[in-house]
């Protein structure tokens, strides 16, 4: 009788991320539940800082017949994309939102997306919170005014974007991993934590000590610094705009390190430009990259350091995952994810079709 054939299973990273795949091999081989073979090929659709990914019809069609599994850090996976690899199981989104998978698209193929909801949770709220801190406490501000051509006096300044932390309040949209975490570094610094998130369930206010509204207006009427940390859903896209962003009381602080389609940034520009908002932080934008033939008048702004805006607004470019120690976390979460759905049969980090 002839031996079983041993399954080969093809996992492709489709980014182009690392100088080598000695992570993955050692993730794939660790302690086997049964006997197999992985094919780990990494391509260079979107490697480093590239700014334009290739397609993924770039990649040969050969290898993409092959195709289990696909790992994903920053690149779009259409309908179109997904007819390209005929035996694809299961796609890994490296990292916590899955807005750039075509879900419908792979629920009809049957095709299982994880998520890895739990890497860099701590990077992502401390980058918000830096961005936060810089703010309220006028750190960008100084760093503005005592350098260029005309240099401020060596004193304090007295503007509106500066106030006491103690007592006031911090809000958050969406309490999740990096909201949770959120929440617990504004405590501790003295803040009043207030969420809005219909998605959690209840007693979670109780156990972290901060105070919940079910009202979304309620949360942007009282927040004189507020934190974005909801996923991009067919519900929360375009989210805050106006209508919420004018709710705010005078001089306040908004940040974004969660997705940008969350936020209109013509409601963010009229709240700079009346008042509402004293500073803004974003990690994140609408359209990433920019798009350089149309680029909105905010980000035009900024650019051109235009006075109005001096010490106000900071971007980063959705760079709030990032620590060296991140990176590799990410990277070896991704690979046990993979592992643990298309070659163990384990429903872990499963992101369904009804999931917001």
Known sequence: MASEEVPTYTILQGDGLYPDDSVEQEIFSREPSHTYKVNYVQADLLPGDSPVAKPWSSIPEELRNKVDGILILKLYFTEEDIALFPRLKVVVRMGVGYDRMDRPALAKRGILLCNVPDAATGDIADHAFGLALSLRRGVLLHNDLQRGSNVAPWCYVDTPLISRLDGAT????????????????????????????????????????????????????????????????????????WELIGLMPRNSILVNTARG???????????????????????????????????????????????????????????????????????????????????????????????F
Not at 203 to 208: F, P, Q, R, T, V
Not at 285 to 297: G, R, S
Not at 299 to 323: C, D, N, P
Request: charged share 25%; aromatic share 6%.
């Open 170 to 241: 911090f809000g958050i949209l969406g309490l999740g991993r990096v909201g949770t975490a959120a929440a617990l570094r504004a405590k501790a610094f003295g803040w009043k934590v207030l969420f809005y998130d219909p998605h959690v369930p209840n007693g979670a206010d109780k156990a972290l000590g901060v105070e919940r509204t079910k009202d979304i207006k309620e949360l942007f009427r009282r927040s004189t610094t507020l934190s974005i940390h909801c996923s991009c859903t067919v519900e929360t896209r375009n989210m805050v705009g």
């Open 261 to 355: 389609e969350v936020v209109q940034l013509d409601a963010i520009e009229r709240g700079l430009r009346e008042g509402i908002l004293s500073g803004v932080g974003l990690d994140v934008l609408p359209q990433e990259p920019v798009d350089e033939q149309n680029v909105p008048p905010l980000i035009k702004a900024y650019r051109e350091k235009e006075e109005w805006l001096q010490g106000r607004m900071v971007l980063t470019s959705h760079s709030a995952f990032f620590t060296p120690e991140s990176y590799e976390e990410i990277r070896s979460k991704s690979a046990e994810t993979m592992r643990d759905v298309l070659i163990d049969g384990v429903m872990s980090n499963i992101i369904t079709i009804d999931m």
